[in-house]
């Protein structure tokens, strides 16, 4: 369904030495006829078809038909910013061999590439194996650009999740064993566009669960006791994001119980976190709503009983349409607004203070 729009972020690059490698991943679709339509426009395009073998299996597949000295994944619907290759490469070939991986910040988009809200800016660079202990600060599997040598180093992503039907946290299994060897680099724009949808693979709060943990399983084994007390702000955090997809997706009581979770792991946090009180009054606005307009639809069904004439003079239904220039600028400046409160409210620095403590037990 967004292939096209993804490919055709990544072809309109400024930066236009690039490869594109796409792996079609056993697909039933026309996915591949989509892509030859745009090989035959862009030389620079190549298809590769093979059987159904999961994420990690398919990304190396593309590494190892490509030929670049940077290596950057992108998923099927998510979308770059212009400049993210540039903007990315030239931080790597400025910072040397030192640098194995870089990564910018990310907006979540909905189904007509409009900005949901959501956002997912870290401050984390150098070594951020302690930030990656907490959460995938990287934010996506889109959002990174590595250097082909260091991942042949640290090694290439791992198809063991699938193999323990744990598949989703690919990319930050392979983002810790490269930071433990390198450090990392950050572009602080929103450069990346990062597709929410209902039935996205990260929607799947038990698989990812399970996921994570064998992710970070040697983490825990080596530091046993700072793993348990991380384990419980990541899951804090996850509850968190879990509220925020409910609510969403509309569910309300999903959201209550996700934010209930999320303060019994981690009160202190889970109070002074900005996405968290702006989520409580969006809450607070949406049962209001529906209580005015389930009082207002109360007494039009009862006009409409008295006068039947009435519902004939009802309005057809429009047609869906893309919002126009006015609301993407105003979503656009809420996103920053949102990112701009995010920073200032008191859980930067308490997590700042917890990455720190953590630093000193697995990084001394």
Not at 163 to 180: H, M, P, S, T, V
Request: aromatic letters at 8%; glycine letters at 4%; proline letters at 4%.
């Amino acid at each position: 369904q967004f292939i096209e729009r993804t490919i055709n972020s990544v072809s309109h690059q400024t930066y236009q030495q690039i490869e594109i490698v796409v792996v079609d991943d056993g697909s039933r679709d026309n996915t591949a006829q989509i892509v030859n339509q745009l090989a035959e426009k862009d030389p620079r395009i190549k298809l590769i078809r093979q059987q159904n073998a999961g994420v990690a299996a398919a990304r190396n597949r593309g590494i190892a038909v490509s030929k670049g000295e940077f290596i950057a994944p992108v998923d099927a619907d998510d979308l770059w910013h212009p400049k993210n290759v540039e903007k990315q490469v030239s931080c790597l070939i400025n910072a040397g061999e030192a640098m194995a991986m870089t990564y910018a910040w990310t907006v979540d988009i909905d189904e007509q590439d409009c900005l949901t809200g959501n956002t997912r800016s870290s401050v984390y660079y150098g070594n951020i194996v302690p930030a990656l202990l907490y959460s995938n600060v990287v934010g996506s599997g889109s959002a990174s650009i590595i250097r082909r040598r260091s991942l042949e180093t640290a090694g290439l992503f791992s198809s063991e999740l699938r193999n323990q039907q744990a598949q989703g946290c690919e990319d930050w299994d392979n983002y810790l064993r490269i930071a433990k060897q390198y450090e990392v680099g950050l572009i602080p724009e929103f450069l990346i566009g990062y597709r929410q949808l209902g039935h996205s693979m990260s929607t799947r709060k038990a698989e990812m669960t399970q996921s994570s943990q064998l992710a970070l399983q040697p983490v825990a084994k080596q530091f046993p006791l700072t793993y348990k007390r991380v384990r419980r702000w990541s899951d804090a955090l996850d509850y968190r994001f879990l509220a925020r997809e409910y609510f969403s997706a509309g569910n309300t009581t999903g959201t209550w119980e996700a934010l209930q979770q999320s303060f019994r792991l981690d009160p202190l946090v889970t109070v002074f976190t900005f996405s968290v009180w702006n989520l409580f009054s969006q809450l607070t606005t949406r049962s209001l709503s529906h209580w005015l307009s389930s009082t207002r639809d109360s007494k039009q069904s009862h006009t409409e009983e008295a006068n039947p004439a009435a519902q004939l003079a009802q309005p057809a239904t429009q047609a869906v349409r893309r919002p126009s220039r006015l609301k993407q600028i105003i979503a656009s400046t809420k996103v920053y607004l949102r990112s701009l409160l995010t920073a200032i409210f008191p859980d930067g620095a308490i997590n700042t203070l917890r990455m720190r403590w953590v630093s000193s037990q697995v990084c001394p």
